[in-house]
């Protein structure tokens, strides 16, 4: 069965499409009694907004996480403590993946780097391949993960050389690494190949996955904007789109996420100065 989504310049039916089904579906999962997930990293900004909100759904959640395992903790509002377990995961020690996903019914899963590198370069998109495959594989050997909910990236879409040519993007489109590797868009190269290697081991190993291509913050420059893509997502939002896709049984594949388009001169001279990121002021001819 084809499926085409939404344009890539279109957030408005998304974010119909977004609103409807949080408010309308009957979720498969959430009735049943007890229902635990694990988030990681928890630590990350849409990780923990996943932890808020998951909690005041009445999910137990394993919160697992590199970083501050206290400033996870604390992510807890009151009377929910008790459902929120903190666990260290690192994507490299195979048993702490193990452990956090034991237990646990489904994954929602975003990399983030390790603390001590935190920018992307050529080295973190082959580490963060790695990590997809070791967490993607730690699930297939935990027989109750029903779903895993894949944090990817538009950046993952729409970078390519003939990018200006195609009148829109939706979920069947990826970037060219090579393209990437070109212009050393690393952000870019890492989520391509480690969401492709993410589906491939899903499939071999019957993992059933959903991938939510979130929109993000452009890098210096902006210049996604020059191209007309530049597309941005709030963290609540974007958490929305992630409980929405392992509620409904019916989510598969790719799902391109965000609320916000950056089509104006003045909208992108406002974004490049909430980011601190040099930015010509609007022309006013």
């Known amino acids: 069965m ?31 009694a007890e ?22 759904r009445g999910y137990t959640v394993h919160a697992a996480t590199q970083g501050d395992r206290w400033g996870v903790a604390k992510l807890a509002g009151g009377g929910e403590s008790e459902r929120l377990k903190v666990f260290r995961a690192d994507p490299f020690d195979y048993q702490s993946l193990l452990d956090a996903v034991r237990g646990c019914s489904g994954l929602f899963y975003s990399f983030e780097p390790p603390p001590e590198q935190p920018s992307y370069d050529e080295y973190m998109a082959e580490v963060e391949v790695m990590a997809a495959q070791n967490v993607l594989e730690a699930c297939a050997q935990t027989e109750m993960v029903e779903r895993v909910v894949y944090t990817s990236s538009v950046t993952a879409v729409v970078w390519r050389e003939s990018r200006r040519l195609v009148p829109g993007l939706d979920e069947r489109d990826w970037s060219d690494p090579h393209f990437c590797r070109k212009f050393r868009l690393w952000h870019a190269l890492a989520k391509t190949l480690a969401e492709k290697a993410a589906w491939a081991l899903a499939m071999d190993r019957g993992v059933g996955m959903v991938a939510i291509n979130g929109g993000l913050l452009a890098g210096p420059g902006l210049s996604m904007y020059e191209d007309g893509l530049l597309v941005t997502v709030e963290d609540d939002f974007l958490a929305d789109a992630h409980i ?17 388009v950056v089509c104006r001169p003045e909208d992108a001279a406002e974004l490049a100065k909430m980011m601190a990121v040099p930015c010509p002021p609007p022309s006013s001819r």
């Open 35 to 56: 229902k635990t997930v694990c988030v990681m990293d928890a630590g990350g900004r849409v990780g923990a907004a996943l932890v808020k909100k998951l909690l005041r």
């Open 2 to 32: 084809s499926r085409r989504l939404f344009p890539l310049l279109n957030p408005l039916s998304l974010s119909l499409f977004l609103s409807l089904s949080m408010r309308d579906m009957a979720p498969a999962f959430f009735h049943e």
């Open 244 to 260: 929405c896709a392992f509620e409904d049984p019916t989510a598969y594949g790719r799902y391109l996420c965000f609320n916000r």
